[in-house]
């Protein structure tokens, strides 16, 4: 058992002090003794509550640490006893009271009840958790039941062979943004294949558009330039001009060849005559296509006049053929 110096003053029945109430209405213990008659049973009462404290808390360090608790003045040795008997008492009073870090939840009291208590279940069984026993959405991809929204301007990246696309809103357009090669995670290149004005809701793209099954408009279709169809085969031009096999070029072109062709004017040409030479069994003829203008007759004489008809095309004049 430790040894303890420290020990009470005059605690016996018959010791000479004053009583709890006097020493309590002693001027002494608020003004401490003055000059004067020093009386016995005040001074043992000061040196027994002085004395008693001191042998209490010295019996405690001694009980508590295992140490001696020596009257020798080394104050160091004292205090060190003082501190390993309060951290042993703490230990063995409040192991009971408070989880202990180096037992890891082991002496929890009611282990299913802690579970409980804090919600977890089963879930604390477990040495891993899936991201569906947790509410998360995986890594590895999957169903999301409700609304994802983000502050951020930038959203929603894919990444593939080293290259990046996302989504882009900056407040007044919304783009579908294509990343520079070999940097998928940085920012983007100069194409804008698709954007929305959030103003308008108008759709543009500024690059070329393909669709395999038929564009409908209910109002006007606006291009800056041409427009093709047919693969490319035929062709709306800016001015209005049409191009196209149909036409076998251009339809400006067939248009003017068409006008041009046609017949703009018609006369008949200069005189000519034809006759039978005086053979009363042979008729005149004039020559096929002409028209007949006049005729003369003698008794074996025939003579008829004619003229050809001809038509104007493009300036220049022709003779109507025969069929």
Do not use: H
Request: proline share 2%; charged share 15%.
């Amino acid at each position: 058992m430790a040894k303890n110096d420290f020990k009470p003053f005059a605690t016996g029945e018959s010791a000479n002090v004053l009583s709890q109430a006097d020493y309590e209405a002693l001027d002494a213990t608020a003004n401490g003794f003055q000059t004067g008659i020093a009386r016995s049973e005040q001074l043992n009462k000061v040196w027994r509550q002085a004395s008693t404290i001191a042998s209490v808390v010295a019996s405690f360090m001694a009980d508590k640490s295992g140490n001696d608790v020596l009257d020798d003045g080394d104050t160091a040795a004292l205090q060190a006893t003082l501190l390993k008997a309060l951290l042993n008492n703490s230990t063995s009073q409040l192991d009971n009271r408070y989880l202990q870090s180096g037992k890891n939840l082991a002496d929890v009291n009611n282990v299913a009840q802690a579970r409980g208590n804090l919600g977890l279940g089963s879930l604390a069984l477990k040495n891993g958790l899936s991201a569906a026993e947790v509410g998360a959405f995986p890594v590895t991809g999957g169903e999301i039941k409700g609304e994802v929204w983000s502050n951020a301007v930038d959203n929603y990246r894919i990444i593939s062979n080293n290259k990046g696309v996302f989504w882009r809103f900056d407040g007044e357009n919304y783009y579908l943004m294509l990343t520079k090669d070999g940097d998928p995670r940085g920012g983007w290149n100069n194409l804008r294949p698709f954007a929305v004005n959030y103003a308008s809701g108008d759709l543009r793209t500024e690059r070329n558009f393909s669709a395999n099954g038929r564009i409908s408009s209910a109002q006007d279709i606006l291009s800056m330039s041409s427009v093709y169809a047919g693969n490319g085969a035929s062709q709306l031009a800016s001015d209005g001009n049409v191009y196209g096999s149909r036409w076998g070029g251009w339809l400006y072109d067939w248009a003017s060849g068409q006008l041009n062709s046609r017949v703009s004017s018609f006369r008949l040409a200069g005189w000519g005559s034809a006759t039978n030479n005086n053979n009363d069994n042979t008729f005149a003829n004039a020559p096929d296509g002409t028209v007949v203008v006049g005729v003369q007759q003698k008794t074996n004489y025939t003579a008829v006049n004619y003229r050809y008809p001809q038509i104007l095309i493009n300036g220049n004049w022709y003779n109507v053929g025969v069929a």
